[in-house]
């Protein structure tokens, strides 16, 4: 497939919410990456359910929800409600990562998992075959405009092959650092969704930043 674009509104200006999500609306953009933070999973605080409600008023977009907190099991069906379309969940975050995801695909959403840096690739074999998206974390989770960890080529050649040799048909979402300088490296090792935050909305020019980011 032809690799997506989804930006983070994370670096958005949260004053100016509507503007920006016109823009991604009317941009090459395919998600809009929405990142949830409870201040417990990671240290750092985003915003919410409220939010994303208003957010989903106005998208024409999939709505990929990235959820950065304890116990997200309790809020499945909220996010559901609030318009999720894609909801992943940390592997660190969940002890019964089997039941969470098939309880996200019960509420007719997409499954994500993501994985911090600092988590194998491994701990996913026996549960690829059931996840939709995995979301490989290039830097440590928590805020935005952070230096991209080299180690994640390897990360996804090697998810790449795990998902091939299971016959899975999950796709492989990066986050955390992506810019013109690293996509075309990341797409050629594999990468489906790119994240990107800052390189699309501390652009002088955020359209022709996500059109540059869609070239191949
Ligand atoms: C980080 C978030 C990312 C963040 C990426 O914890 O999960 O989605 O918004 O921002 P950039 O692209 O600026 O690194
Ligand atoms: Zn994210």
Redesign the pocket.
Known sequence: MAHLIAP????ADFANLSKDIELVNNSNADWF?L?V?DGEF?P?ISFGLPVIEAIKRHAKKTLDV?L?IIQPDRYISAFKKAGADVLTVHYEACPHLHRTIQAIQAEGMKAGV?LNPHTPVSVLEDVIQDIDVV?I??????????K?IEKTYDKIKKLKALIQSSGSSAIIEI?????LGNYKQLVECGADVL????????AKDPLQAITELKKI
């Open positions: 983070s509104i994370l670096a990456h990142d933070m990671v750092n990235h950065m993501a979301l974390m290039s830097v440590n989770p928590g805020f935005g405009g952070q991209f986050d955390g650092g992506v810019g994240v990107a935050g800052n390189s699309v909305f501390a």
